[in-house]
């Protein structure tokens, strides 16, 4: 079974779902109310015990009814959270979700500024035991840490680029192997909408590979002086919500199984655009035998 270690955005979310959000200031009664630790690298953690592989998760949780929550649902997920560090007096970072019936959403995040930013306790030690590490840029400290621990070890370092102050981003693409951005990360980062121009002006600051997620149309990634792309396949979208997430748990794995970036693609493609079908965030990821069966038979079609 293959191992992926996971740091980073480890949030107690409350997603809502309304029949429409509205302009203007009202009360409106959601139809439908989930309760999940989640956030983003938490979210691809659990999508990769659900893939089936074997997820750990590292990041701080605050000594409060959230982060006790948030590392039950989690363990209950089936990853790895033994690991985790409960700052006393720290809160848990917490967000409401609205989706509308649209798939729009409105999200609200609440990170706790005092929660101790210091990566020295990280039991890097253990990262030999892992296939590859995936994290995000909301704990830049930790991020940084595992990415060149992670690196020296020759371990696949997958980085998710999304929307983040870019002096951030700017320094911990450099420290990963692979980098995928959210489109609007990217786009505002290398400065133009144009998605191969863009990936083409990354690419030539880092020495990593690079590559961006763009909703319907899929995944696209530099392949030396060419751009390559693996496409989504269509489904029903009832919330979109962490399918980014599980994207990068899927990529993950797959890089920890030795795929190609080809490979590694389109089974983190299926296993996103499969999350979509349901509302619940990343409740919705897929397990491995619905992913394999999708991919099968769109080989023989």
Same mark, same amino acid.
């Given at each position: 079974?293959?191992?992926?270690?996971?740091?980073?955005?480890?949030?107690?979310?409350?997603?809502?779902?309304?029949?429409?959000?509205?302009?203007?200031?009202?009360?409106?009664?959601?139809?439908?109310?989930?309760?999940?630790?989640?956030?983003?690298?938490?979210?691809?953690?659990?999508?990769?015990?659900?893939?089936?592989? $074997? &997820?750990?998760?590292?990041?701080?949780?605050?000594? /409060?009814? @959230?982060? =006790?929550?948030? #590392?039950? !649902? *989690?363990? %209950?997920?089936?990853?790895?959270?033994?690991?985790?560090?409960?700052?006393?007096?720290?809160?848990?970072?917490?967000?409401?979700?609205?989706?509308?019936?649209?798939?729009?959403?409105?999200?609200?995040?609440?990170?706790?500024?005092?929660?101790?930013?210091?990566?020295?306790?990280?039991?890097?030690?253990?990262?030999?035991?892992?296939?590859?590490?995936?994290?995000?840029?909301?704990?830049?400290?930790?991020?940084?840490?595992?990415?060149?621990?992670?690196? $020296? &070890?020759?371990?696949?370092?997958?980085?998710?680029? /999304?929307? @983040?102050? =870019?002096?951030? #981003?700017? !320094? *911990?693409? %450099?420290?990963?192997?692979?980098?995928?951005?959210?489109?609007?990360?990217?786009?505002?980062?290398?400065?133009?909408?144009?998605?191969?121009?863009?990936?083409?002006?990354?690419?030539?600051?880092?020495?990593?590979?690079?590559?961006?997620?763009?909703?319907?149309?899929?995944?696209?990634?530099?392949?030396?002086?060419?751009?390559?792309?693996?496409?989504?396949?269509?489904?029903?979208?009832?919330?979109?919500?962490?399918?980014?997430?599980?994207?990068?748990?899927?990529?993950?794995?797959?890089?920890?199984?030795?795929?190609?970036? @080809?490979?590694?693609?389109?089974?983190?493609?299926?296993?996103?655009?499969?999350?979509?079908?349901?509302?619940?965030?990343?409740?919705?990821?897929?397990?491995?035998?619905?992913?394999?069966?999708?991919?099968?038979?769109?080989?023989?079609?």
């Amino acid at each position: 079974m293959a191992a992926v270690l996971c740091l980073g955005a480890c949030v107690f979310d409350t997603i809502l779902r309304v029949p429409a959000i509205p302009p203007a200031p009202a009360k409106v009664l959601a139809s439908a109310c989930v309760q999940i630790g989640s956030g983003m690298s938490s979210s691809a953690a659990a999508a990769v015990a659900r893939l089936g592989g $074997r &997820a750990e998760l590292w990041g701080r949780v605050g000594d /409060d009814m @959230a982060g =006790r929550q948030f #590392l039950a !649902d *989690l363990a %209950g997920a089936g990853v790895d959270v033994s690991q985790m560090r409960v700052v006393p007096g720290g809160r848990t970072p917490v967000s409401t979700i609205v989706i509308d019936e649209s798939g729009q959403r409105l999200i609200v995040p609440y990170y706790d500024p005092t929660l101790d930013r210091d990566p020295s306790w990280l039991p890097v030690e253990r990262i030999a035991r892992f296939g590859a590490v995936a994290t995000d840029p909301r704990w830049p400290e930790g991020a940084a840490r595992l990415l060149d621990d992670a690196r $020296r &070890a020759g371990i696949p370092a997958l980085f998710d680029a /999304d929307t @983040a102050p =870019r002096a951030v #981003l700017n !320094d *911990l693409i %450099g420290r990963a192997s692979h980098v995928v951005f959210s489109e609007p990360a990217l786009i505002d980062l290398a400065g133009t909408g144009d998605i191969a121009a863009a990936l083409h002006a990354v690419a030539a600051r880092i020495d990593g590979l690079v590559g961006v997620t763009a909703g319907e149309r899929g995944f696209f990634w530099r392949e030396g002086a060419h751009i390559r792309h693996v496409p989504a396949p269509t489904v029903a979208a009832v919330d979109t919500l962490a399918a980014g997430d599980v994207f990068h748990g899927a990529f993950a794995l797959a890089l920890a199984e030795g795929r190609t970036v @080809a490979d590694a693609g389109r089974f983190a493609n299926i296993a996103a655009s499969l999350k979509c079908r349901s509302f619940g965030g990343r409740l919705g990821t897929p397990d491995r035998a619905e992913v394999d069966a999708f991919l099968a038979a769109s080989n023989h079609v």
